[in-house]
Structure formats: structure tokens, C-alpha cells
């Protein structure tokens, strides 16, 4: 039986905004939340919809399993890792992307098989 502790579900998505560079007020706009809602959620004085649920996870680019259960395995999920990687690259500047790419191409030349 699975039973949803509110408080680590808030420290998920607080992790996941911060490692995607997110304010909670950044948020609260991508995923179309109230005002001081998200705040609510991530400190467990509120229970999110599923609705809600499913705006944040849209918007930090992460699955519901991973939110409610604390369950992914990025390192086997391309989805994530893509996702991961285009939002970083998304905030960088034109020299800090040519690096990434240039770095991304060089990757790519190396057998870690």
C-alpha cells in the first residue's frame, strides 16, 4: 500500500525547481498556480489536485511517480535526461551553448561502452 507523504513530495519538487534554476514565483507561472500556492505545496500546509500535480510536473519536465514516490532512474529514462539537458542549455548564453555543443560533440567521439 503506497501512502503519499505530502511533506517529501514538497522536497521533491523544491529539488527539482531549484535544479532547473526555477523561483517558486518562475513556477507558479509556468504551471499556472495561484499565487503563494506553490510556497503551500512545497512546505506540505496544502494537498495538490491531481490537476496541480500534473502542471508541476509538467513544467519541471518530470514524471508524477518521481514526485509522489520519489521513484527514476535517469540514467535509463533518455526522456529525462534530453529534457535535463535542453532546459539547461535553454539558459545559457550563445557562448556557454557553442561550449556545451562543442563539449556534447566531443562526447560523442568517446566509447564509454
Known amino acids: 500500500m503506497y501512502y503519499t507523504d505530502y511533506k517529501k513530495v514538497g522536497e521533491r519538487i523544491a529539488k527539482r525547481r531549484k535544479e532547473l534554476g526555477y523561483t517558486q514565483w518562475q513556477l507558479e507561472e509556468k ?33 508524477p511517480d518521481h514526485l509522489l514516490l520519489g521513484t527514476t532512474d535517469k540514467a535509463n529514462d533518455p526522456n529525462l535526461i534530453s529534457a535535463a539537458i535542453s532546459s539547461r542549455v535553454s539558459r545559457m ?10 563539449m556534447l560533440d566531443w562526447i560523442l567521439t568517446q566509447k564509454l561502452d
Open 31 to 63: 504551471a499556472n498556480l495561484g499565487f503563494k500556492y506553490l510556497s503551500n505545496i512545497e512546505r506540505a500546509t496544502t494537498v495538490l489536485s491531481v490537476d496541480v500535480l500534473m502542471r508541476i510536473c509538467d513544467a519541471l519536465e518530470i514524471t
Open 93 to 102: 548564453s550563445p557562448k556557454q551553448a557553442e561550449l556545451a555543443l562543442s
